[in-house]
């Protein structure tokens, strides 16, 4: 089984990286995972959140969580339809941290 991995502007939903990858899937079964990365715009750089000792951490809009979780239903389905397996990650905020 071949694994793919498309990471997706959250905002936005490639439809011909999935094609490909669904096109893929019909000559081999594929494990694909779809990675939701927010949008990094300059103008919103300037809001952020302070943990307890942690590194500033962007925040998302409302209005851009709201279109991520309707692409990654978007992405569920048409997995499900194509019957393709499939993995998401959207963690946000797993940032590479000292420990």
């Not at 951490?57 to 397996?85: G, M, R, S, W, Y």
Request: with cysteine; net charge negative; hydrophobic share 40%.
């Amino acid at each position: 089984m071949k694994k793919i991995l498309i990471a997706f502007d959250g905002t936005h939903f490639s439809d011909g990286a999935f094609e490909f990858a669904r096109r893929i899937n019909e000559l081999q079964p594929i494990l694909l995972t779809g990675v939701f990365l927010p949008q990094a715009e300059i103008p919103y750089l300037w809001n952020y959140s302070v943990g307890m000792g942690v590194p500033l951490i962007p925040q998302l809009k409302t209005e851009d969580a709201e279109l991520v979780n309707q692409n990654i239903t978007h992405f569920q389905k048409q997995c499900t339809i194509n019957n393709i397996d499939f993995r998401i990650r959207q963690d946000f905020y797993d940032l590479a941290l000292p420990e």
